[in-house]
């Protein structure tokens, strides 16, 4: 699994420089990484096996399983306001996606992005914020998000490389997602090269909430379903957008909730959505996610 802020502390990353950088904040990250490192990644912090594509203080690492392939990104070691990932760090992954072959027999790359990919874009409340005097509380909270306008341009490129990946490699790639306190399911799609058989021209997005976190008030959830409508345009040709679950009309469940992936003889897999009733009851929404199919 990977950290990230709440396990050094709420919008880690996504404050001022000088508080960033301050000895106090320095230092209460050197511990949680230092703890993240021993008891969740199961490592020394010295010797590092290959599996782990890291930059100057990235914890990035992959792993094949099969014909599975899984890459949980670090989105933490490295963040400020002007960046997610290192270059660095960013060009490690890309050189290992690049070191994939056909005989690996991989089909499907699932991808851990602890920030969703394909959200609702806050940056002009976020500018509107950066005009108001003093630190405001949403500020970290809208810096931490790919729409972020400072990371705009770092998420074009992860997008463009994956989908990129996914039509030269003919390997199916997934997003999965988290921190946003609802349940959704996204996908990011390209016409670039014309639809083809593997659906290497779409990606999926699989988020599921942090399960201890209340989710936001049934009046914002209302207002991000509303505001989900509208597709995105990323790049020409590559927009983005929220889907419907499957017999509902809305793309977004305010729940406490957590997912569940079923693999298939297939090689596809069911992800199925857990849900927190007022009742104890839990209800369940699920997506089939395939490998090879004509469309998601």
Not at 57 to 66: K, S
Not at 137 to 161: F, G, T
Not at 166 to 185: E, Q, T, Y
Request: hydrophobic share 40%.
């Amino acid at each position: 699994m990977m950290w990230d802020d709440h396990d050094i502390f709420d919008g880690w990353g996504s404050y001022p420089d000088d508080m960033q950088k301050c000895p106090v904040f320095q230092e209460i990250f050197k511990i949680a990484r230092d703890h993240f490192i021993v008891f969740q990644l199961q490592e020394d912090g010295i010797h590092w096996p290959p599996h782990f594509l890291r930059g100057a203080e990235n914890l990035t690492f992959t792993h094949i399983v099969g014909d599975m392939a899984i890459a949980a990104l670090d989105m933490r070691s490295e963040r400020s306001n002007t960046r997610v990932m290192s270059k660095l760090s960013t060009q490690g992954f890309f050189d290992w996606l690049d070191g994939i072959k056909k005989e690996d027999g991989i089909r499907h790359l699932l991808v851990m992005s602890s920030i969703p990919l394909v959200h609702l874009d806050f940056s002009r409340l976020e500018k509107l914020l950066n005009w108001v005097p003093g630190q405001q509380e949403l500020e970290d909270d809208l810096r931490d998000h790919w729409h972020s306008v400072p990371h705009k341009e770092e998420r074009i490129e992860l997008i463009k490389k994956l989908l990129e990946f996914g039509r030269k490699k003919r390997i199916r790639v997934s997003f999965l997602s988290g921190d946003v306190h609802v349940a959704a399911i996204g996908a990011v799609e390209t016409l670039r090269h014309g639809i083809n058989g593997d659906n290497a021209n779409v990606i999926n997005q699989l988020t599921c909430s942090a399960i201890v976190h209340p989710p936001p008030p049934a009046i914002v959830v209302w207002a991000m379903n509303t505001l989900m409508t509208e597709t995105e345009e990323i790049d020409r040709h590559i927009t983005a957008r929220i889907l419907k679950f499957r017999g509902t009309d809305f793309g977004l469940v305010g729940r406490r909730n957590w997912m569940s992936l079923t693999m298939r003889e297939d090689h596809s897999f069911i992800a199925h959505w857990y849900m927190e009733q007022n009742d104890g009851i839990a209800t369940i929404y699920s997506k089939i996610v395939n490998c090879c199919a004509r469309h998601p």
